[in-house]
């Protein structure tokens, strides 16, 4: 029999110690460490963006700087709290792993889709014309500049 080899070190390989293989993960193992890392996932986010925010990072204003995030006693607390849950709905629905605010999630875009559709109605001028041409124009040469 030939000699099992690894590669990029050149180790020879025993074919006992290829043959110990991790016991398989159950199907409530896996989903426990995938709601698991969708939580982390989440919190990692919360500190990210409150990092960015009260260090100034996100906004100049030195009002939002002074946001209290861990402090539910403030409404932008509870609205961060939900926020981040709402993180974590997002996470577990791409692995397809339901969660309760899934469906706020649903009506929510639904709701959001509606307020932009009506704000774009409000600042959009009804007798305006938009012309959009369906073909490419061509770029125009430079002209000098003769403002000297």
Not at 74 to 93: G, M, P, T
Not at 96 to 116: A, N, S
Request: hydrophobic share 40%; glycine share 4%; aromatic share 8%.
């Amino acid at each position: 029999m030939g000699k099992i080899i690894k590669f990029p070190t050149g180790e020879e390989l025993k074919l006992s110690d290829i043959k110990k293989k991790k016991k398989p993960e159950t199907a409530e193992e896996l989903g426990a460490r995938v709601s698991n890392e969708c939580v982390e996932v989440s919190h990692f986010l919360f500190e990210l963006m409150e990092e960015f925010i009260v260090t100034g990072q996100a906004s100049q204003w030195e009002t939002l700087m002074e946001m209290q995030l861990r402090n539910n006693q403030y409404r932008e607390s509870r609205d961060f709290f939900v926020v981040v849950n709402l993180l974590n709905a997002l996470l577990l629905r791409f692995y397809g792993i339901p969660h309760d605010l899934q469906k706020d999630l649903d009506r929510l875009f639904v709701k959001i889709k509606d307020m932009e559709k009506r704000h774009i109605e409000a600042v959009t001028d009804p007798n305006e014309i938009i012309f959009k041409p369906d073909f490419e124009l061509p770029e125009l040469p430079e002209e000098p500049d003769d403002t000297d």
